[in-house]
């Protein structure tokens, strides 16, 4: 019965190594896809500011009240 705890304290560092290195790898792959997502987002605005006319960007200036 000795045996199996000395095995168990023994198995224990590499379980949690294990699990950091699960829990690190789990968050930078989901770290990428959010980026990978924002920058479709991105690219899909500026393909769509591209499709806009010059002057949609700039209005026009209110000529103010009463012109």
Do not use: C, Q
């Amino acid at each position: 019965m000795n045996n199996i705890w000395t095995y168990a304290v023994a198995l224990i560092p590499s379980i949690g190594v294990g699990y950091l290195f699960y829990v690190i790898i789990k968050n930078l792959l989901e770290g990428d896809r959010n980026e990978r997502t924002a920058l479709a987002r991105l690219d899909k605005a500026h393909e769509i500011a591209e499709r806009l006319p010059e002057n949609a960007d700039s209005p026009e200036p209110d000529p103010g009240p009463g012109r």
